[in-house]
C-alpha cells in the first residue's frame, strides 16, 4: 500500500528547484502531499485528484499521472522555510477509499 | 484553515500501564479520524481509520485489543494504549478528515502529535 517517493533527500540553495516523486503499484483515486518539520505535524500542502484538478500551496505545484499512478511536487525558487521532509499520501480505490498510505518521505534542506 | 488538537503533547509511563491520548477536531467536525504512528525519521503508518458511531477499522498487524479507539463525538476520537510496553514508545498522531475543506474537497488534517515514552 505504501507508495515510493525519490530522492530520499535534496540539499538546495535558496531560489533553486526541486521536484519530488511519489509512485504507487495500486491504482489511485488521489494523492496528497504534506511537508513536517522537525517534531512537528505535518502540514497540509496539496490534494491532486483523478482527472488532474489540483487544489492547495499557491507556489508549489504537483502533477498526477494517473495512468502511471505517480505524481511530481515541484518546488520552485526555492525558501529557507521550504526546508522539511516531504511526504505523499495516497487514497487508493475501492474499499481504502478515504484512507492515506504514506511513503518513506524526502527529506529538503534549503541553505541561505 | 481546520485546526486538530491532541492531548496529551507528551506523556511518559510505567510498563504495564494504560495512556489515552485525545484527538479533537476545534472548527469543523470529523466523521472519520485517523491514527498513525511514525518512529524517527520514518514514515506515517496508518494504524487505524476511527469512525463516529461504529467500530474502528484495524490496518493489517495492529493489535485492536491493545490499541482501543473510541470515536464518541464528531470532534473527538480517543487512543488508548493498554499495557504498554517499552516497544509501543513512538509518536502517535491523529489526522482528522474535514469532507468541506478545500472547495468541497476530502483533506486530512493533522494534529501535533503525541509523544509516549514506555519505561
Not at chain 1, 9 to 18: F, K, T, Y
Not at chain 1, 77 to 86: E, I, K, M, R, V
Not at chain 2, 3 to 30: M, Y
Not at chain 2, 53 to 77: C, M, P, R, W
Amino acid at each position: 500500500q505504501q507508495p515510493v517517493q525519490s530522492p530520499q533527500a535534496v540539499i538546495l540553495r535558496e531560489g533553486e528547484d526541486a521536484v519530488i516523486n511519489c509512485s504507487s503499484s495500486k491504482a489511485l483515486y488521489s494523492v496528497h502531499w504534506y511537508r513536517q518539520k522537525h517534531g512537528e505535524a505535518p502540514v497540509f500542502l496539496m490534494i491532486l485528484l483523478k482527472g488532474g484538478e489540483q487544489k492547495g500551496h499557491e507556489k508549489i505545484s504537483a502533477s498526477f499521472n494517473e495512468k502511471k499512478q505517480q505524481s511530481s511536487l515541484y518546488l520552485t525558487a526555492s525558501q529557507l522555510s521550504y526546508s522539511g521532509t516531504y511526504f505523499c499520501g495516497t487514497e487508493g480505490r475501492g474499499s481504502t477509499l478515504g484512507r492515506l498510505y504514506f511513503g518513506r518521505g524526502t527529506q529538503l534542506t534549503v541553505w541561505p | 484553515g481546520a485546526v486538530v488538537s491532541q492531548h496529551p503533547s507528551r506523556v511518559i509511563c510505567k510498563s504495564g500501564t494504560s495512556v489515552k491520548i485525545e484527538c479533537r477536531s476545534l472548527d469543523f467536525q470529523a466523521t472519520t479520524m485517523f491514527w498513525y504512528r511514525q518512529f524517527p525519521k520514518q514514515s506515517l503508518m496508518l494504524m487505524a481509520t476511527s469512525n463516529e458511531g461504529s467500530k474502528a477499522t484495524y490496518e493489517q498487524g495492529v493489535e485492536k485489543d491493545k490499541f482501543l479507539i473510541n470515536h464518541a463525538s464528531l470532534t473527538l476520537s480517543t487512543l488508548t494504549v493498554t499495557s504498554a510496553h517499552p516497544e509501543d514508545s513512538s509518536f502517535y498522531i491523529c489526522s482528522a478528515r474535514d469532507g468541506l475543506g478545500l472547495a468541497g474537497v476530502d483533506t486530512q488534517y493533522f494534529g501535533p502529535g503525541t509523544r509516549l515514552t514506555v519505561l
